[in-house]
């Protein structure tokens, strides 16, 4: 039979690594289970992330992440969870090849981010053309001539946000130009953004990752563009178990980062909250250390 697990930790992102790193320092018995998709991987570098005063990789963050663990007896299996069952006194973890057991379960599965699907997108990503977080990255776009194409929800607030860090910015609305609220029209123009309406405007890469957006059939260069078509989170698992979530379909959970199912943690973008890789690993710290002491009772 296989063993059952104090702790199941599903995503290989930072937060899962950090989690699987403080349990481990526990001396607690851990599989961390990866499909191998973080979406740390595709930060071409991050300035804002403790400790690395030249910047770090995505990869880089998750290879050094790897190493820091390899001396510690942490089991790690390649795959996807297929399904997540509460059988009262652990859980069953169905993986497509097997299924294994733990009595507690981190859920660390991050987000996935909608309208990538442009062709040379990774390359855009990787040069820099092409961005997905300013919270992360807009002060490498001091002065640079921007564009944000977003839908109807959130538009404004994005481009304001941006406003804060170049004047040449250029919001195109790909939603119903009716829909758009008079007051965030007001408030973008006094912010002297430019604002057009365009249901056609659409994103383009070329294959060295200079970005621009196409419209009325012209292509229109930009140092790097923002495509803010929202995210989903990979609520799958949690939620079929009857976790509850806030109106965006994030987890919600205790100062704990317990979820409301007993025994199911969740931390970092999967999670109602900021989506940085140093609040994921925070809270990592907080559900590890929460785990081990519920073992110990």
Known sequence: MNPIYDCAIIGGGPGGLTAALYLARFRRNVVVIDAGDSRASLIPVSHNFPAFPNGVTGSSLLTR??????????????????ALTNRGGDYAIDLESQTLAARF??????IADHGMSEANWRAGIEAGGLRLCPVCDAYEVIDKAVAVIARTEHAAAHAAFLRDYTDRLTL???GDASAFNTNDTDALERLNIQIIHALDARVEVTADGRAGIRHAGRLNPFDAVYPMFGCHPRNDLAKTLGADCDEEGKLITDIYQETTVP?????????????QISV??????IAATHVHHALRT
């Open 65 to 82: 992440l790897h190493e820091q663990l390899a001396p510690y007896d942490i089991e790690t299996v390649t795959g996807t969870v297929m």
């Open 105 to 110: 379960v981190i859920v660390a599965t991050g």
């Open 172 to 174: 195109y609305h790909v």
């Open 263 to 275: 025994g199911l943690f969740a931390i970092g973008d999967v999670v109602s909250g900021l989506n």
């Open 280 to 285: 994921a690993t925070g809270q990592a710290a």
